[in-house]
């Protein structure tokens, strides 16, 4: 398996990529440029969590790597590894319903809350990448 040793990085196919859950102490970067907004990245074992402008983007409990997510006004789309299946919370917009998919199979619609989160449940700990894709309905 995979992890972003540098914590945080820009891909070649223009997404981002972040988190590293093989550290045993909380790790963290401030201040990433990446597409005209600035990101923050705190990443351990435990926990993996992106802010966009000091605003939520994603985390997942225990930590995981997250490969090439590209986010627009309604999807967003990643992979993500990790040593353990783990619970994800991505930010989407409020009051909203969305078709999540793992792995190219529907896992059904889901409602954000008001806040706009938006939490699912992903099996990981193989030796590969897991592809989500959140497009809303």
Do not use: H, W
């Amino acid at each position: 398996m995979a992890v972003v040793k540098e914590l945080i990085r820009t891909e070649e196919n223009g997404g981002i990529s972040f988190g590293n859950y093989e550290l045993p102490a909380k790790s963290k970067v401030s201040d990433f440029p990446y597409q005209g907004d600035v990101y923050k990245v705190k990443t351990f074992k435990e926990i993996t969590k992106l802010e966009r402008n000091g605003m939520f983007v994603y985390e997942s409990v225990p930590g995981t790597a997250v490969f090439s997510l590209k986010q627009d006004g309604s999807s967003m789309e990643f992979e993500v590894e990790g040593a353990e299946d783990a619970q994800i919370t991505v930010e989407m917009e409020a009051d909203t319903e969305y078709s999540v998919s793992i792995n190219g199979e529907d896992a059904g619609k889901m409602q954000t809350n008001l806040g706009g989160k938006l939490s699912f449940s992903v099996e990981l700990g193989g030796d590969a990448a897991v592809t989500v894709k959140v497009e809303k309905c």
